[in-house]
Nanobody
Framework: QVQLVESGGGLVQAGGSLRLSCAAS????????FAWHRQVSGKQRELVAS???????NYAGSLRGRFTISRDNAKNTVYLQINSLKPEDTAVYYC??????????WGQGTQVTVSS
C-alpha cells in the first residue's frame, strides 16, 4: 500500500526558508514520478514542481528559482526547498505520486503560513 506523509510546514516570516519532506512507503521515490502541489484556500490546487524516475525536474514557470525539488533514495523521501518565502506562498502543500500502473496517490498535506 502506497503512503505519502508530508512534514516540514509551519509559520515562517517573509524572506525565510522551509524544506518540506514527503516520506514515501510502498513505493520507491527513485522509480516513479513525484510532484509537489499547493492549494490556497478557496482556489484550485496547482502544480509546483515535479521529478521523474530519471531525476528530471520541472517547475511551474512563475515559481521557478525559489523552489527546488529533490529526492533522497536512501531515505525514500522527496523534498521541496522553498527560499525567499512570500505571503502569497501561504498554502497547503501536497505530495503526489503516479505509479506505472498508473495510479495516483496524494499525501495529507502540510500547511505553510508566511507572515509579512
Amino acid at each position: 500500500q502506497v503512503q505519502l506523509v508530508e512534514s516540514g510546514g509551519g509559520l515562517v516570516q517573509a524572506g525565510g526558508s522551509l524544506r518540506l519532506s514527503c516520506a514515501a512507503s510502498g513505493i520507491l521515490v527513485g522509480s516513479d514520478f513525484f510532484a509537489w502541489h499547493r492549494q490556497v484556500s478557496g482556489k484550485q490546487r496547482e502544480l509546483v514542481a515535479s521529478i521523474d524516475a530519471g531525476g528530471r525536474t520541472n517547475y511551474a514557470g512563475s515559481l521557478r528559482g525559489r523552489f527546488t525539488i529533490s529526492r533522497d533514495n536512501a531515505k525514500n523521501t522527496v523534498y521541496l526547498q522553498i527560499n525567499s518565502l512570500k505571503p502569497e506562498d501561504t498554502a497547503v502543500y501536497y505530495c503526489r505520486t503516479v505509479t506505472r500502473t498508473p495510479e495516483v496517490y496524494w499525501g495529507q498535506g502540510t500547511q505553510v503560513t508566511v507572515s509579512s
